[in-house]
């Protein structure tokens, strides 16, 4: 409502305020308007239904790139389609027929479209409203600040690009006016000349009779006849002339105008959508604007094509008419080669990955991807459907084919089952594309290794290869591209290393790089952000200021670290030199805790009840400082791969003392999840600072009722976690004292430490409403987990 009244409306105006607004502008921005409206949300919906329009987008502020929001999107969406439905059954006059038939088909496009990611159209619908906004401002002089700003609108660069597309419509639209004229004028001079003609063979034959007073007449008439028209043809040269020039200088201008817009759609828009297609690769959010590139490659190439036409017209007839005024260079065979070389541009740059493959990639695994021309349905590529092959080729291949643009003949580093496609093209969203559903690594070719390298360092990509032509044969393209850096592994103990490789080179590669060179250091800020992208998506919740500090002081192998931010962090400090006094690296370490979090600790961790990296000294320390024992909190281990310590503060000898417990892993969350184990520690009271466990824990309790039960007439045991020394295994279980118990050492004896390590057990126990008396054969078994 705010948004309305900034516009000059107030509760008691129509919310449809701002479409009668945009009918009322002038002719120039009433087309800008028009033009914001596409095939993909036409401008017969928004008239019909603008009231609801407006409604549903000013009054919900909602953050459209969070995915949660979906549902909402997906009920707008639901209502949109219903009340088109509702408005096109409604329309029953015979003046108001085709109308109705487009509302229903775009009902239909909507389904078929938008049902999967309503989110989509959500979006396009406040882009269309955002780009009428600022038209509507630009026209009125409405300063730029005087309208307040809505959450989730497209940015401005959509709107001028539509701008500048429609441009190019008009000036191609005029330069067709112009072709007529100059045909229609030619076609004017060719009758007069060809009368001319007539003419003058005319007074030859008089010239040749015998002279008479008759013969003298009609020579003199013929002649006052032969004059004006050869002074009307000389007008006709002179007007051709000016007209083949002025064509010429426009068509001159919008090429220009077309390499510039070009440009900005392939080496800004579309370059920026593959890097956050690479970066989501990291986890980074991905929102897509991969329909809206189409549109405009689409209007291009169908602006291009009909400049081409325009200029091979021009062409051939300035053949059928051959004058050249003297001192003018021909321009036309230069443009028809700047367009068509444009064209080529458009079609092969256009040809891209739309899901990319597995950037790691095991062998005899099936795996999928997608590739997509987005140019194919305008330039009908589809007529004939064009095949794709797919092949997997080494980092040295991809940049021969890059210098060379072709790569040798059975030159391939592997072989790939189901590697051919044929491109489809899909009515509802005008995408041709292929999508490979089934592919299947089955061997392949390494390089030799020099030094540290290893399987895993080893980039390859998978190219993917078609040809097609447009324009009935008259082209004919060889089109290629190539996937991002891929890994191959033949083993799931390569999957952390390959991914250290693949994290890099997402993170750090450059645009317009060599394949696939990458900075062999980089600060540390890049590498946190980095790693803070991967952790987020993976576990739902960021790294803190502090996670990050102490990750890099773990990196940088430096508990002192005071400015680290700029720090060079090098590859091998990455992912290849072993921390100090381990057997494995930082990103072995940071890998494993992710893994750990994402598979097992992922709510605990959203909700922050994991405190996680921090070092076992600060955590002695923010536990004494609170002096209440029973406090414990959680921190990875150190020492251990993908393992989580309780630490808590215990009655010791003379004074509290800080323990810990043995790290637990992924095979021991399998067994029992960390809040149940907690739960099972009775000595466990406080999380820290002083949350009571059961509140911090307790909805993410194994109910008892959902233990497994047994029909055969046994009782089935669970599991429950003890610690020898601090307590049975809880209230709702019996200890039976006298069992025999292994005590596992832990995996950090040996070092040198202060604080305590304890080893958990797991007793093997049955629920408290089972009379035990009747089952004297089921005793307490204790082992060591570690």
């Given at each position: ?226 004059d004006i028209l050869e002074q009307t043809l000389n007008q006709k040269v002179s007007s051709l002339l000016q007209l083949r020039l002025q ?390 281990s150190d020492s251990e791969l993908g393992g989580i310590t309780i630490a808590w503060l215990g009655d010791g000898d003379v004074c509290p ?130």
């Amino acid at each position: 409502m705010e948004l309305l009244q900034s516009l000059g409306c107030n509760e008691n105006h129509s919310p449809m305020a701002l479409w009668a607004r945009a009918q009322s502008l002038p002719p120039e921005a009433l087309q800008q308007v028009r033009a914001i409206y596409t095939d993909r949300f036409p401008i017969e919906v928004r008239h019909f239904l603008a009231s609801w329009i407006e409604e549903k987008m000013w009054s919900m502020d909602i953050d459209i790139d969070n995915p949660q929001n979906e549902q909402y999107a997906s009920s707008i969406v639901g209502d949109l389609i219903q009340q088109l439905e509702t408005k096109a059954n409604s329309m029953n006059s015979e003046e108001l027929v085709i109308t109705k038939y487009k509302l229903m088909d775009s009902a239909n496009l909507f389904k078929q479209r938008y049902a999967r990611c309503p989110l989509d159209l959500f979006r396009l619908m406040r882009h269309c409203l955002n780009s009428e906004l600022q038209v509507i401002r630009q026209a009125e002089n409405v300063p730029v600040g005087s309208v307040p700003p809505t959450g989730g609108l497209m940015p401005d660069s959509v709107a001028e690009i539509a701008q500048q597309i429609d441009v190019l419509r008009h000036r191609t639209s005029e330069t067709g006016k112009l072709l007529r004229q100059m045909e229609q004028e030619q076609e004017g001079f060719a009758l007069h000349y060809h009368e001319c003609t007539k003419l003058n063979a005319h007074l030859q034959h008089l010239q040749s009779q015998q002279p008479n007073q008759q013969n003298i007449e009609l020579e003199k008439t013929v002649r006052r006849q032969k004059d004006i028209l050869e002074q009307t043809l000389n007008q006709k040269v002179s007007s051709l002339l000016q007209l083949r020039l002025q064509l010429a200088d426009k068509l001159s201008e919008t090429v220009t105008h077309l390499v510039t817009l070009q440009c900005r759609v392939l080496d800004e828009e579309l370059i920026r959508w593959k890097r956050e297609q690479q970066l989501a690769g990291n986890g980074a959010q991905f929102n897509s604007n991969l329909d809206n590139i189409q549109d405009w490659c689409e209007s291009l190439a169908e602006i291009i094509w009909h400049n081409r036409q325009q200029i091979k017209e021009v062409e051939r007839l300035k053949t059928k008419l051959n004058i050249e005024p003297p001192g003018v260079v021909d321009v036309l065979p230069n443009l028809n080669i700047q367009i068509t070389q444009l064209l080529s541009s458009l079609v092969t740059s256009t040809f891209i990955i739309e899901k990319q493959p597995p950037q790691v990639m095991k062998t005899n695994t099936r795996f999928t991807s997608t590739v997509r021309l987005l140019v194919g349905g305008k330039l009908n590529v589809h007529m004939t459907p064009p095949q794709v092959k797919v092949t997997i080729i080494s980092e040295a291949q991809a940049n021969a084919l890059l210098k060379n643009d072709k790569i040798g003949k059975g030159e391939a580093s592997g072989e790939i089952l189901n590697n051919t496609g044929t491109m489809e093209y899909h009515q509802a969203t005008r995408q041709l594309s292929v999508s490979f559903r089934n592919m299947q690594l089955k061997k392949i070719k390494r390089a030799e290794k020099k030094g540290t390298e290893s399987v895993m360092d080893e980039k390859f990509s998978l190219l993917f290869q078609s040809q097609f032509s447009v324009g009935g044969g008259e082209l004919v393209f060889q089109v290629w591209t190539l996937s991002l850096p891929v890994v191959v592994i033949v083993h799931g103990n390569q999957e952390p290393h390959a991914w250290a490789t693949v994290t890099w080179d997402n993170a750090f590669a450059e645009p317009g790089r060599v394949p696939f060179a990458v900075p062999d250091k980089v600060p540390w800020c890049q590498v946190a952000e980095a790693l803070n992208m991967k952790f987020r998506y993976a576990t739902g919740r960021p790294l803190t200021e502090e996670n990050l500090r102490f990750l890099a002081e773990k990196a940088f192998r430096n508990p002192n670290m005071t400015d680290f931010q700029n720090q060079m962090l090098t590859w091998s400090q990455f992912c290849k030199e072993p921390l100090q006094d381990r057997n494995f690296t930082f990103w072995e370490w940071f890998y494993a805790v992710v893994k750990l979090t994402r598979e097992h600790l992922r709510q605990p961790w959203t909700d922050g009840l994991i405190l996680g990296f921090i070092r076992k000294k600060q955590a002695e320390d923010m536990l004494i400082a609170t002096g209440v024992t029973s406090t414990f909190l959680l921190r990875f281990s150190d020492s251990e791969l993908g393992g989580i310590t309780i630490a808590w503060l215990g009655d010791g000898d003379v004074c509290p003392q800080v323990f810990m417990l043995q790290p637990f892993t992924s095979k021991d969350f399998a067994i029992r999840s960390l809040p149940d184990r907690i739960a099972d520690l009775q000595h466990l009271v406080h999380l820290y600072p002083d949350i009571p466990k059961d509140q911090a824990f307790g909805k993410y309790y194994t109910p008892l009722e959902n233990q497994p039960t047994s029909n055969n007439g046994y009782v089935k045991p669970f599991l429950v976690t003890h610690v020898p020394g601090w307590g049975g295994p809880g209230q709702s279980t019996p200890s039976y004292p006298n069992t025999p118990m292994f005590q596992a050492p832990s995996p950090e004896a040996g070092s040198a430490r202060d604080t305590p390590s304890v080893a958990s057990h797991v007793s093997d126990s049955v629920s408290r409403s089972v009379d035990f008396d009747q089952f004297p054969q089921h005793f307490s078994q204790l082992w060591a987990y570690t």
